[in-house]
């Protein structure tokens, strides 16, 4: 499963985009909130740093569709090719979905809480379905089996569509999509940190190093290998 960033904090984007796999970055207008400043000075910023070829998908604020139609094209205009523009999984949201795919343009069908939402997002030529996890299980309803249904649907559709899984809590959740069957997942800083550490992992190490040094003393293999070339 592909996993793309879901910040504008620059910091995170450039240490995550430069150590690690990430194909692209999310964003919203909360997310955007939470830096603040001139946004599209921020957005241009993100598209340097992860460059031209990886995804940004940049969220519509607009409410009415012939507004929606035209904020898209003016942030495609401006971020350039594999930007996406985000929009909402409403009535309105979908028509304007639907327009903007025939010309050519990548939705990402967002807010996405039911699977016959994201069958009607990939009808209407979406490029991508985000399906909500924690939003859906804080209301008790079962996010990650929307993916696997939404998975199940596409497959069995034949659909272009994919799935890029958004907002998470818990690591775990990241994990049960990827097993249902998600082509992607956006993922913030926090849950990235928690797939990547494991306290277990930390306490065998730090026992591999007590018995390398009780054995050999402080010389790491590195250094004995240089003594002896
Ligand atoms: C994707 O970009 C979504 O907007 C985002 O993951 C929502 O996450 P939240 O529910 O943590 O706000």
Not at 76 to 93: L, Q, R, Y
Not at 102 to 110: E, L, Q, R, S
Request: glycine share 6%; aromatic share 6%.
């Amino acid at each position: 499963m592909r996993i793309l960033l879901d910040t504008a904090d620059l910091e995170k984007i450039e240490y995550f985009n430069l150590h690690y796999p990430i194909e692209g970055v999310t964003t919203n207008p909360t997310i955007l909130a939470k830096e603040g400043g001139d946004v599209v000075e921020l957005l241009h910023k993100i598209r340097a740093i992860i460059g031209e070829d990886k995804e940004l998908h940049v969220q519509v604020t607009e409410k009415t569709f012939e507004r929606i139609v035209r904020e898209a094209e003016a942030i495609v205009a401006a971020f350039g090719k594999n930007t996406f523009v985000k929009i909402p999984a409403t009535d309105v949201g979908l028509r304007a979905t639907k327009y903007l795919s025939d010309k050519g343009i990548g939705v990402t069908v967002t807010a996405v809480l039911t699977a016959a939402q994201g069958m009607l997002a990939s009808n209407s030529g979406a490029s991508y379905v985000a399906p909500y996890i924690s939003r859906s299980e804080n209301l008790c309803a079962d996010g990650v089996g929307t993916v696997a249904d939404i998975a199940e649907i596409f497959s069995k559709s034949n659909a272009k569509t994919q799935i890029l899984a958004a907002s998470f809590k818990t690591a775990k959740e990241v994990l049960d999509v990827a097993v249902a069957g998600c082509h992607a997942a956006t993922i913030g800083s926090t849950i990235m940190q928690m797939l990547i550490t494991h306290t277990t992992t930390d306490t065998s190490i730090a026992g591999f190093d007590r018995d390398w040094r009780e054995a050999f003393g402080e010389e790491s293999l590195l250094e004995r290998l240089e003594k002896k070339a």
